[in-house]
C-alpha cells in the first residue's frame, strides 16, 4: 500500500511518495515513507520505504541509534561512498526481517520491506539505489533514471515519457507529482498526503521539502491542469480515415 519514486537528473534528485498505509473500508492510516537524514556541508541521504511496517521502522531506529553512538562499525555519518550506505541499509533490512520473524515465527504476515536510498556524499556524484529485501542492491542508470517502489506500474508511462538526464530538477518534482497521482487515480491503496524532496547537485541538502494534501492549491491546481490538458491531447488524436470530411465525400461517391 505504498508508492514512492526517486529520479536523478542532471541537475540533482527528487523524492516523492504518498503516505496511506492502509486502506479498508473504515480504516485508512497514513505513515510518513521519506525520511531524510542530513548533515548539512557533508552528506544529505533520504530513505523511502515500501513493504513491511514493523522492519521499515526497526531499521530506521537502527540507523538513529548508530548515528547517536559514539563508536560503531558503520553509520550513515561514516559511510565513505553512498553504495557502503545502501549496502549498510540493506544489512539493517536483512538483520530487522530476521528479528522480527523469530519473534513471528508462526506468523504468515510478509516482513520484506524495500528501500530507496538516494543523496549525495561531498565529493561523490548524488546517487539513488533500491536495496531489496534481501539486502542487496542497484542504482539508477542514464537510461533509466528513476527507481520506483510499492504500486509502480500506473506511475511509470509519464516517467517513461518525459525523465532524462538533461530534464529540469522542477520539472522532474512536477512529473514525480503527476506519477503519483495518476497511481493514486488507479489504487485506492495509494493516498494523500504526499510528501516531495529536492535535493539540488552539490547543495549537500534538501532545499524544498513539501507535504501535499488534495486541496493544497498549488497540488490542486497541477491534477486540475493534468487531467484537463490530457483530455485535450487525446482529443487532437489523428483520426481515423472514415472520420475526415474527404473520406466521407468518397464513401458517397463510392456508394452512387
Not at 166 to 186: F, Q, Y
Amino acid at each position: 500500500m505504498t508508492y514512492c519514486c526517486a529520479i536523478k537528473v542532471n541537475d540533482g534528485l527528487v523524492f516523492a511518495g504518498d503516505t496511506r498505509t492502509s486502506a479498508g473500508v473504515d480504516d485508512v492510516r497514513t505513515y510518513n515513507k521519506v525520511h531524510v537524514f542530513e548533515f548539512p556541508g557533508d552528506r544529505v541521504f533520504v530513505l523511502l520505504s515500501a513493504g513491511n511496517l514493523a522492519t521499515t521502522q526497526a531499521v530506521l531506529a537502527h540507523i538513529r541509534r548508530d548515528l547517536e553512538e559514539p563508536v560503531v562499525p558503520m553509520s550513515l555519518r561514516l559511510a565513505r561512498y553512498m553504495f557502503d550506505a545502501a549496502e549498510y541499509i540493506g544489512s539493517l533490512s536483512v538483520s530487522a526481517q530476521k528479528h522480527v520473524a523469530q519473534q513471528t515465527q508462526y506468523s504468515s504476515v510478509d516482513l520484506r520491506t524495500t528501500f530507496i536510498l538516494g543523496g549525495q556524499i561531498q565529493g561523490e556524484e548524488p546517487a539513488i539505489y533500491m536495496i531489496y529485501p534481501e539486502g542487496n542492491c542497484i542504482a539508477s542508470s542514464p537510461e533509466t533514471p528513476f527507481l520506483q517502489i510499492g504500486e509502480s506500474k500506473y506511475g511509470k508511462p509519464i516517467l517513461d515519457r518525459v525523465i532524462r538526464p538533461p530534464v529540469p530538477l522542477e520539472d522532474a518534482a512536477r512529473c514525480a507529482l503527476v506519477s503519483i497521482d495518476s497511481t493514486m487515480r488507479s489504487n485506492i491503496s495509494v493516498g494523500p498526503p504526499i510528501d516531495l524532496a529536492i535535493l539540488p547537485r552539490d547543495a549537500l541538502r534538501i532545499t524544498h521539502r513539501l507535504r501535499l494534501d488534495l486541496d493544497t492549491p498549488f497540488y490542486a491546481q497541477l491534477r486540475e491542469s493534468w487531467g484537463r490538458q490530457l483530455v485535450a491531447a487525446f482529443r487532437n488524436l489523428p483520426k481515423f480515415d472514415w472520420e475526415t470530411p474527404d473520406a466521407q465525400g468518397r464513401l458517397l461517391d463510392a456508394n452512387d
